[in-house]
């Protein structure tokens, strides 16, 4: 009997803004099989001492600190904006690539068009209000182990 294959994921955070949130963010790779966490901006770089990675998650996933999202996508991996804006599909309806490189705007702001461009979908999660960063990233890594875990198929659009 053949193990399903449980995919390849990277986290891509958009000018991130608060170390918890970062913190936060490396948690929720450790638990869900993240491969990678990439960032963007210089806000995080000027508050990284106070992250709050309980878990030293860092120690075994990398945090790397990049110019450009665009630049570093995994090889092979689909880019997956993660927004509520007008046109994402919602989370529920989404088949997850089965190597998803999923990128996440600020806590207090938007993707950028330039962004949202060059990724192949935009997904959102359906909520009555906007969600924080970190509770954006468990939602979406929640949602892809447990459609794999019921032997859902990859997209391969």
């Not at 806000?43 to 665009?70: H, M, S, W």
């Not at 509520?84 to 490189?101: C, N, Q, S, V």
């Not at 935009?122 to 447990?146: E, H, S």
């Amino acid at each position: 009997m053949s193990k399903k294959s449980k995919g390849y994921s990277c986290i891509g955070l958009f000018n991130p803004k608060t170390p918890e949130n970062v913190g936060s963010v490396l948690r929720a790779s450790g638990c869900y099989g993240v491969n990678s966490v990439f960032y963007t901006g210089t806000r995080y770089d000027l508050a990284k001492q106070f992250c709050t990675d309980t878990k030293n998650v860092i120690n075994n996933i990398p945090l790397i600190g990049v110019k450009e999202l665009k630049d570093i996508i995994p090889v092979g991996c689909t880019p997956v904006a993660v927004d509520l804006i007008e046109g994402a599909k919602p989370l529920p309806e989404y088949k997850h690539p089965e190597r998803a490189f999923y990128i996440f705007g600020p806590e207090d702001g938007t993707l950028k068009k330039e962004i949202t461009d060059f990724c192949r979908d935009t997904i959102y999660v359906p909520t009555k209000g906007c969600m924080n960063l970190a509770a954006a990233v468990n939602v979406i890594l929640y949602d892809r182990m447990a459609k794999i875990e019921r032997g859902e198929e990859f997209s391969n659009h």
